[in-house]
């Protein structure tokens, strides 16, 4: 049997956990090769690759391009905004046009989820989900317990908060699925309305009170609060919600002494998260967006190697 | 019926024997680092360089080197092969660079070796040793170090059997492939 067998990567629901641990796994020979003084392996030489963004991007688009450019594949990118989708073709019309170039794997954003379900199902290319609406971002996930599994050993058993607008939020979704299939406790915390109602049966701890779960956690991911939750009405201000739920060097004296900060960007320093904590000791901030091109490099080597054996005759 | 041709005594002579053929060509230790390639390589290139230092009281490099990204079939095998970390900590460049495999066969894993050498510094030399040579080359490679020749069919398998790779003793077998045992 072998040891991965997706064409696509659309999200974590569909992956095992022995897959995910075999995405760790070679995301780690990979991240080797971005040490090195030529930052290049020939294993997708003739592959090519599409980034189609149809949300702004700097790190994740910038990431996958490295990834692919790493593995020697070639890349373009093209983003929604003044596409042909604005003279009204459908987002699978353009997919299928942009795969009649022989184009062998896209890497698609969408602020609705679905889409690169959607794609997957109408074309032969591999798709890989670069964050489709509130649903999932399955390589930043990745890339999260990638950096969780270097810096502790294991994701087992740790004990994992997730603080911010889990509402709105693809990162904890995606997190939530995997940190659960591979062991870890995780909780989520934040305002109650940026909580969805039953998020319980995601296998998750539900916390309203930031102080009461920093003491026993491993590791305590915040997420990036977007300025609009409070036009939204979602909160009453954003400096309230600064005191009540950002992260900060007093909140960081009542963690255990070998806790992760983390963070998949952009930061609202200040806000979710101070200054001082984000450049502090604990944090890894810099080390997740590292391990973010290792973690691609080893989903496109991993998908592109894949036949896609249901559209085969 | 699977052939013995080696056993963990003979295995540890050739070694020895090649461990003083590097020593003799290069005059000594002098700028010698010795990378094997995973994952019987890997152990074969340890030995030898533990076999340097007894003779010589000194410490060679010794790297490792996965080939998986470099291999000329990826594009043909039907899901993509394990790939496990290289690790060289030192440089290269300007070294003696003693290459160490098991068994040398068609040399398309020595010249996915080659490149990805040249990926991480350019060496002074470049020179091969391995435990077996079975023959039936389809690229312009040759051993500098051989442990033992072996005439093979090509519809034969050489295995090698490591201690630490394999937790049985050392020996080399040759078999009919698709046969049992």
Known sequence: MDKWSKHDLLDLQTLSAEEIEHVLETAKSFKEVSSREVKKVPALRGKTIVSLFFEPSTRTRGSFELAAKRLSADTINMSGSGSSLSKGETIVDMAKNIEAMNVDLIIVRHSVAGVPHKLAENLNASVVNA?????????????????????????????????????????????????????????????STLIPIGIEQMGVKVSYDIDAVIPDQDVIMLLRLQKERQEEHYLSSIREYAKTFGFNANRLKMAKKDVLVMHPGPTNRGVELSGEVADGARSVILDQVTNGVAVRMAVLYLTLGTKDVSKEE | MPRKIMDSESIKRALTRISHEILEKNKGIGEICIVGIRTRGAFLAE???????????????????????????????????????????????????????DVLYTGRTIRAALDAITDFGRPAQIQLAVLIDRGHRELPIR????????????NESVRVILQEADEAADEVIVKKVGANG
């Open chain 1, 131 to 191: 964050g489709d609406g509130c649903r999932s971002h399955p390589t930043q996930a990745l890339l999260d317990m990638f950096t969780i599994k270097d810096k502790l050993g294991e994701i087992k058993g740790k004990k994992v908060v997730i603080v911010g607008d889990i509402l709105h939020s693809r990162v904890a979704r995606s997190n939530i699925v995997g940190l659960t299939k591979l062991g870890a406790e995780v909780t989520v915390c934040g305002p």
């Open chain 2, 47 to 101: 030995r030898i360089s533990q076999l340097i230092e007894q003779i010589e009281g000194e410490k060679v490099p010794v790297g490792i080197l996965d080939i998986t990204l470099y291999r000329d079939d990826l594009t043909l095998a039907s899901s993509q092969p394990v790939v496990h970390e290289t690790l060289i900590k030192f440089d290269i460049s300007g070294k003696k660079l003693i290459l160490v495999d």
């Open chain 2, 143 to 154: 051993a500098d170090y051989v442990g033992k020749n072996i005439p093979t069919a090509a």
